[in-house]
């Protein structure tokens, strides 16, 4: 049966342009130059490296999707892919900072934002190298995203927040927050969910918590965030153009963009990986010849090679969907499959190494711990499929039991309160 839903806009470009070609290999150089050599280090002493932040934005890579109005390069996400993908090649965090500071939240309020907003963000994330957070996930709601209980409440010209994040990525380093918040009015309706802008340092009751020692990814730090009786003006409010009815879902769509650039870190590294176990296989010697003429390898490496390429496909056919974000299907199925793909990749990589690829000495098991974050930081590879599927069978799949009653025509489960039920006790 074919799948009627599945009618890509966009026929991929092989061609990459002049400039995209000149925009990677100053990447490459960057990276090679100036982040590759203390990759190992911000593991080991997992300190963010403010460094790579400098060489990143004295290169023109922080901020490049920024509108050159505001000061940016007014580049794609696709052309961040190319730069995000050099980087995490040498070092997933720096991959990653190069997603946050060109994606996601920035990309959200260079859509959706006021001309303040707008230039409140690139002055930190030009000026200052920032890396804004984006806090979403709360301990009770974590694929049930939309089930988040922070509350804003609307008292005249500002809101209050009140409530708490965790898994943020970049507690205690960023400094603008986008806060995704359930908003209730002034005499207490839920009016459905908002994002409000925090600057850390200037936002009193923006509060960071501990952060979480993390298998890998260790140069940057994952913390709870809490926000106690948090006063955020009106004008920091960043309201998609559906208000707030519609603001989780239009604020979702650009995080399309985030989940491009994760899958481009998840990329970037198993290329890394597979780098090194290229020249290693030729280099290595056993029962007198180099170890690549075992077949055995050859079809480890084949199977590598592949993943990697296709990988790269789906990735770039949805940067180059965006209008104005990547296609929600396109980009999850990228992001599934570049994640699947690298925690593969980057475990072969290191079966090629034998006991080297054990210690510590080298990156492979680095990277190993780096890649397996990206079945589950912003979205798992289980609720992403249920974001394909709901597109293939062009409905709602509601995952909640009382969606699923309520689309079914049966009783709720009235035991069970709703999240702005919870929000409001
Ligand atoms: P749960 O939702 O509790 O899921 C547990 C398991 O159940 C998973 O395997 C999941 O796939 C499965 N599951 C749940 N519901 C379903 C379903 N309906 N169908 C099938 N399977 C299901 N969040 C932020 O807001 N900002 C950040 O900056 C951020 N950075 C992160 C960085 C890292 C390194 C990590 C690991 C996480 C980060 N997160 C961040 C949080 C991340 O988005 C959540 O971890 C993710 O959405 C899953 O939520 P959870 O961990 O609560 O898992
Ligand atoms: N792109 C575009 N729109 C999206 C979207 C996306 N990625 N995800 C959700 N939406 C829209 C839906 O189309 C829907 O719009 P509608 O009300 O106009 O129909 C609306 O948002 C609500 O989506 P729905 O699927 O009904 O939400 P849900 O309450 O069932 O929750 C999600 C499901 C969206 C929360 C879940 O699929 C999800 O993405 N969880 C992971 C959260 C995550 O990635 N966290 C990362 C934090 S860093």
Known sequence: MTDPSFQPSFQPSFQPSKAQQDLQAAARDLAERAIRPNAAEVDRTESYPWDNVAALRDGGFMGMTIPTAYGGRGLGFLDASL?????????????????????????????????????????????EGDKPAICITEPDAGSAASEMTTRADKRGDHYILNGSKHWITGGGVSKLHIIFARVFDEAGADQGIGGFLAVRGHTEGLRIGAREPTMGLRGIPETEVFFDD???????????????????????????????????????????????????VQEREQFGRPIAEFQGLQWMLADMSIGLDASRLMLHRAAASADPFPDARLAAQAKIFAAETSIKVANDALQMFGARGYSRNRPLERICRDVRMFTIGGGTAQILRTVVASRILERKLPQGRDGYAEKQGKPVDSARPTAAARAAE
């Open 230 to 280: 948090m006063m955020v003006p009106a004008s920091h409010v960043l309201t998609p153009p559906g208000g707030f009815k519609k603001g989780f879902g239009e604020l979702m769509a650009a995080y399309n963009s985030q989940r491009v650039g994760a899958g481009t870190v998840a990329l970037g590294l198993a290329q890394g990986a597979y780098d090194h176990a290229l020249s290693w």
């Open 83 to 127: 730069v995000v993908e050099e980087m995490a090649k040498v070092c997933g965090v720096t991959g990653r900072i190069a997603v946050e500071a060109n994606m996601g939240g920035v990309s959200a309020i260079m859509r959706y934002g006021s001309e303040a907003q707008k230039k409140l963000a690139a002055d930190l994330v030009l000026g």
